[in-house]
């Protein structure tokens, strides 16, 4: 793994290497999740996701099989799991 020099402002702020926003496709606005391990800070490019629209044909299979496992409102559940996500994981500085 290479290595690229970064200097942190003092506002903490950091420019990522151009090649870098090129490959992810990264500009203005683009939106970065952050994490730490150990000593190591960890960026990844974040994805929208959109829930399901009212109108996604897949709401035309809910109750057709019985819910042997389970599952419960799994579409529901779904929808709260994204939405933590972005609030735990995305938030914006």
Same mark, same amino acid.
């Given at each position: 793994m #290479?290595y690229? !020099?970064? &200097?942190?402002? =003092?506002k /903490?702020q !950091? &420019?990522?290497?151009k090649?870098y926003r090129d490959? !992810? #496709?990264?500009?203005?606005? =683009? *939106?970065l999740a952050?994490a730490?391990?150990?000593? &190591?800070?960890? !960026?990844? %490019?974040a994805?929208a996701?959109?829930?399901? =629209?009212d ?7 809910? /109750?057709?099989?019985?819910? #042997? /496992?389970?599952a419960g409102?799994?579409?529901?559940e779904?929808?709260a799991?994204v939405?933590? *996500?972005e609030?735990? /994981?995305? %938030?914006e500085?």
């Amino acid at each position: 793994m #290479r290595y690229e !020099l970064v &200097t942190l402002t =003092s506002k /903490g702020q !950091l &420019t990522l290497p151009k090649e870098y926003r090129d490959k !992810l #496709r990264l500009e203005k606005g =683009s *939106r970065l999740a952050v994490a730490l391990k150990g000593d &190591t800070l960890l !960026l990844k %490019k974040a994805q929208a996701v959109e829930p399901l =629209s009212d109108a996604d044909p897949i709401w035309d299979m809910v /109750g057709m099989f019985e819910d #042997r /496992g389970g599952a419960g409102d799994v579409a529901g559940e779904h929808d709260a799991y994204v939405a933590l *996500r972005e609030v735990a /994981g995305c %938030k914006e500085s």
